[in-house]
């Protein structure tokens, strides 16, 4: 999920995107906290379609989709990620 001001937009699989006017603290509050983490203020992503990390400053999503890493939320992503590793 990416904000746009007051709209949300929702990358869904199979290429297709949708409008919504949530904000993306309003997703934020409705999805499970467990499989979505807020990586930038503009960004929500669910776990299950992190692909890869590019220099600790880039998440990869499926389908190519490219995320920045907030410098201030990345120890809690790293951390996140560390547990759901052990767990």
Do not use: W
Not at 20 to 36: E, G, I, R
Not at 39 to 59: D, P, T, Y
């Amino acid at each position: 999920l990416e904000a746009n001001s007051n709209y949300t937009k929702l990358y869904l699989t199979g290429s297709r995107n949708l409008f919504s006017a949530k904000t993306l603290k309003a997703y934020q509050s409705l999805l499970p906290p467990n499989a979505f983490l807020r990586v930038h203020s503009a960004f929500l992503i669910n776990k299950m379609h992190i692909s890869h990390i590019c220099g600790r400053e880039i998440v990869v999503l499926t389908q190519d989709i490219q995320v920045p890493l907030a410098r201030r939320r990345k120890s809690a992503f790293f951390q996140q990620l560390q547990q759901d590793l052990h767990t």
